[in-house]
């Protein structure tokens, strides 16, 4: 396995185990009533709060880019898990420890597409329709999908994009 391959599964590692606390926290505050930010546990100890920095911007495929064109990064377990599509528009709440909370605000138009999964190199993109779209490693990797096999894929119903979601996927027998 290659330092690139090794470095990419580290840090979808440490996107997933981010997002999963992020997730725990916004069950906890459903739980008990409260915002997330209300589970600021260290700024309840010291009587500080956290409400954070909110920042609205359109996912491009792989970032959250706002109005004047700062590109935040969004963790590409999240983007896989929420079936992210070019085009969606996100909240990004920047808490004061400099934590990112993301949250699909506005789903674009969507359309579901069927296609192969191909691998150039470290990347995979999925040929539909005469078209080839990137796809995250993150989502191929949890459908355990590889070169040859058949997805379904979302792309923007209205607008062309170089990035598609996955959405399901036939695995072939090995």
């Given amino acids: 396995m290659t330092k690139n391959k090794q470095l990419e599964q580290l840090r979808a590692l440490v996107e997933t185990a981010s997002a999963n606390l992020a997730s725990a926290k916004q069950l906890l505050a459903g739980l008990l009533g409260t915002s ?16 954070g920095k909110v920042v609205e911007g359109v996912f491009d495929g792989q970032y959250m880019v706002d ?22 528009v996100l909240k990004l709440t920047i808490m004061e420890d400099g934590s990112f909370i993301y949250k699909q605000i506005g789903p674009i138009a969507r359309k579901k597409v ?59 027998p090995n």
């Fill in 67 to 88: 109005t004047d064109g700062k590109k935040y990064p969004v963790p590409a377990n999240y983007a896989s898990k929420s079936k992210l599509v070019a085009g969606d």
């Fill in 114 to 172: 069927i296609g192969t999964l191909v691998q150039e190199g470290d990347d995979y993109k999925v040929v539909a329709g005469g078209k080839s779209y990137k796809v995250l490693l993150a989502s191929v990797t949890y459908f355990k999908a590889s070169a040859g096999d058949e997805l379904t894929i979302l792309i923007p119903e209205a607008e062309d994009s170089e990035w598609a979601a996955i959405e399901s996927a036939v695995i072939q």
């Fill in 36 to 51: 997330v930010s209300g589970l600021d546990y260290q700024g309840k100890a010291t009587g500080m709060t956290s409400d």
